[in-house]
């Protein structure tokens, strides 16, 4: 159980598009997911919290207007890297929780790799 | 606020040698403690874990065990496998409802030869 499912896994945009990124939560409600960037060879960097019905909470350096999230129901959150540029590549992974567990892991999606040429 | 210090890699051994990959932590309270393996171009996929003290997580030979006096959870395998062969996260969480996020090590990159 606790199944993530993460889509696209990778993506090539050109710079300048917007690009969504979808994270589910498949066997579960998770009130509350979380997201990541890794960059090559580095650890994960959580950028936002993402709460069901709510505004996500960000952590500090991640610009809001660029990287929205939505957390339009229990099973779903999305992110959209809005008008991206290089910099911008990266593997982007999601997670979730199950509600009302402040002891169990994160189910972590299988990521998504971004590529902005 | 917490923070996770893990060893740093990348760490290259031999087939059915011993593995330990160290990990000490920093946090407010009681935390939760995690070991996450991630293999080439995947997510985490979650290792073992331990939610008091002196408990042991174990999961396909890997061990690690919470010790709350030394502020501690390192990894141990007896003989690593090719397979094991990926990257390895411990991470903390806290136990208060509303701070669920994860702290994440650096990660130790593991190279395991025949």
């Known amino acids: 159980g606790a199944v993530v499912s993460q889509h696209p896994s990778w993506v090539i945009c050109k710079s300048g598009t917007s690009v969504k990124i979808e994270c589910r939560s498949l066997d579960f409600q998770a009130t509350t997911m979380f997201w990541y960037r890794q960059f090559p060879k580095q650890s994960l960097m959580l950028m936002a919290t993402s709460n069901e019905g709510s505004k996500a909470t960000y952590e500090q350096g991640v610009e809001k207007d660029k990287f929205l999230i939505n957390h339009a129901s229990l099973t779903l959150s999305t992110l959209t890297v809005t008008s991206a540029h290089p910099e911008d590549s990266s593997f982007y992974i999601c997670?979730?929780?199950?509600?009302?567990?402040?002891?169990?892991?994160?189910?972590f999606g299988n990521g998504t790799r971004l590529t902005v040429t | 606020g917490n923070s996770v210090t893990q060893m740093e890699g990348p760490v290259t051994l031999s087939e059915e040698a011993f593995l330990t990959i160290n990990c000490t932590y920093t946090a407010t309270g009681y935390p939760s403690l995690f070991w996450y393996v991630q293999y080439p171009g995947e997510g985490l996929q979650l290792l073992l874990k331990?939610?008091?003290?002196?408990d042991k997580g174990s999961n396909k030979g890997f061990e690690a065990t919470y010790r709350k006096e030394t502020t501690s959870f390192h990894l141990e395998k007896g003989s690593v496998q090719v397979s094991d062969s990926a990257v390895y996260f411990c991470a903390l969480k806290g136990r208060s409802f509303g701070n669920e996020k994860l702290t994440f090590g650096t990660g130790t990159r593991l190279t395991i030869i025949p």
């Open positions: 331990a939610t008091k003290a002196d």
């Open positions: 997670s979730a929780t199950l509600p009302g567990t402040p002891n169990s892991p994160l189910h």
